[in-house]
């Protein structure tokens, strides 16, 4: 599932918040190429990804074993996380630092299981 780590931006490591989202959304972004998703008190199987120029490309393994991947483009700087659509629409992260987080979030996604 990890990727070459070498092609994820510093600067995107981190855990971050959807801005005015209908739920309470934390993607964590890992270095080694893994994305966890936190909503609530509760996490999403490991995600892998890796970045492509200006897109980051997640992969998804489906039920059936196949594999399938989304591109979205992206922009990062210190403290916001954008994703654009082909439309133009957006979507906003606003960094959370690990030490902001509720204590559920800040556990490793496997003793949630």
């Known amino acids: 599932m990890t990727n070459d780590s070498s092609n994820i931006p510093p600067q995107l490591v981190g855990f971050w918040k959807v801005a005015g989202g209908d739920y309470?959304?934390?993607?964590?972004?890992?270095?080694?190429g893994v994305l966890i998703q936190h909503v609530g008190h509760q996490t999403a199987d490991p995600i892998g990804l890796r970045v492509e120029g200006e897109y980051l490309v997640t992969i998804i393994e489906q039920p059936d074993g196949s594999v399938s991947e989304d591109r979205e483009k992206f922009e990062v700087s210190a403290e916001r996380l954008t994703f654009i659509d082909a439309e133009g629409e957006q979507r906003n992260f606003q960094r959370v630092p690990a030490d902001e987080l509720p204590a559920q979030s800040r556990k490793p996604w496997w003793r949630f299981w």
């Open 24 to 32: 309470p959304l934390i993607n964590e972004y890992r270095a080694d």
